[in-house]
Every structure is written in C-alpha cells, then in structure tokens.
C-alpha cells in the first residue's frame, strides 16, 4: 500500500517563440581527478570564471556543523588543480548566477517544485547518496515512520533534480548557459547529463553518468560536471558543444 501527498506547482510557460537551437556535443573528456589526500569534502559548487579558464571547486568537510569549507582551482588547459584559501571573486557572481531559478533575461519561465511525501522508497541522484554511494540502499535507509519527503525540481516538463530526505540544494543538478544560448544542462534522476533549450529541443549527452554540478562555461562552448569515482574522489569532466 503506498500513499502519497503531491503540492504541484504549474511550469510558467514562456512567451514569444525563441529561436531553435542546435546543440552537436562531444564524448566527454577528463578534464582532471580529484584524489582523495590532496582533495577533502563533498563538492557543495562548481564555478566558472568570467573568461572561461578557470574552474573553482567548493567542498564541505564534516559530518556536523560548523562544516569547513575547502575551494579548489582548476587552470582548464593544464589539467591540475590546487587549493585555495578563499574563493575567488567571481565564483559568488557565477554561482547565483547557476542556480538561479529563472533563465537568464527570462523571468516569465522558471523552475517550479514538486513535493511529495510518500510510505515507500524511491530511487534518488541526492547529493547524499552522490557522495556517500549506493543511490537505492542510501534512500531505503533514510526512510522512517512518516515515509520519504521528496522534492523534485521541473522545467518545462523535465526533471531537473530530485532529492529524497535531503535538502533542496538549486544548483546541484542544474546550470544555466549563457543567455544568448537559451538552455539548460541537467542531470538526469538516473546520472546523465542532458541539454535542453528553451524551445523543448532536448539532448542526451552520450558517455555521461553519475553526473553532479553541471556548469556552462561563460563563452557557451563547455559543460563540465563532477563524476563520482570512489569514496573520495571525483573526475572533472567536460563535453565540448557546437551549436
């Protein structure tokens, strides 16, 4: 027997046709690997300068708060990356930017939410389960008494992000592009990475899985996005796009 409760709220539509996009990705490549002693934390951000070198890569380190944040930079054309002692200017402005809950330049269209609360478990891409591991076995073990709270994020009819008995995090499953492109990049509830452009033209990234924190380069020509690879280590990676 499963029972549910469902607060639903109606996707704004977006007025006026938007000019068709066409996204050609590439296979994913690495950009670099986060290893365990010399990277500490769940990825909490993923920024991009203004000018599209640099990557910076927020982490939380603890199991209660206070939580210590750690930041990371990531020169793209030299595959490594360093610590930081503070974040860099720009990585605040990108990230309201990133998970915003409106496109940008369009606030007639928006993310919208769904609440649910359910007696059963359900599959789950939270950031949790992300960085713990075992997505199914992390939702069964969290469930209690009063059953699964589950939100889900939608655009356009597409979920966008789902969390089971977790924190609502904008951001962690979604990226903006540039304005000029009309799109989002998303991970899918089952780790893919798909595109979709304001007009409902959607892509699946083929090659992409286990994907967190997607984020569109500034110039509109890279998605990159965390994969998990262990315990405590994530792979930068990236898809480069014609469009």
Not at 27 to 40: D, E
């Amino acid at each position: 027997m499963r029972s549910f409760v469902v607060i639903s709220l109606v996707v704004a539509g977006c007025a006026g046709a938007l000019a068709d996009q066409a996204f050609t990705p590439s296979a994913p490549t690495l950009v670099v690997s986060l290893q365990g002693g010399q990277f500490k934390g769940n990825p909490s951000q993923l920024t991009w300068s203004p000018d599209s070198t640099m990557l910076c890569v927020q982490t939380l380190e603890g199991n209660s708060p206070p939580l210590k944040t750690r930041f990371y930079l990531i020169p793209v054309q030299e595959h490594t990356f360093r610590g930081a002692d503070v974040a860099p200017e720009w990585a605040a402005a990108y990230w309201q930017f990133k998970s915003a809950r409106n496109p940008p330049g369009q606030p007639e269209l928006r993310i919208e939410v769904e609440t649910l609360h359910q007696n059963t478990d359900v599959p789950t891409q939270s950031l949790s389960d992300k960085a713990k591991g075992g997505l199914r076995d992390n939702a069964v073990a969290a469930q209690n008494v009063a059953g699964n709270v589950v939100y889900v994020l939608k655009l356009k009819g597409e979920v966008v992000g789902q969390y089971v008995n977790q924190p609502l995090v904008p951001g962690m499953t979604f990226g903006w592009s540039p304005a000029t492109l009309h799109a989002v990049a998303y991970a899918k509830p089952d780790g893919h990475l798909s595109l979709l452009d304001l007009n409902a033209a959607q892509v699946d990234l083929a090659g992409t899985k286990d994907a967190i924190l997607p984020a569109w380069s500034p110039d509109g020509n890279q998605v990159v996005y965390l994969q998990k690879k262990g315990r405590k280590d994530y792979d930068v990676m990236a898809v480069s796009l014609k469009h």
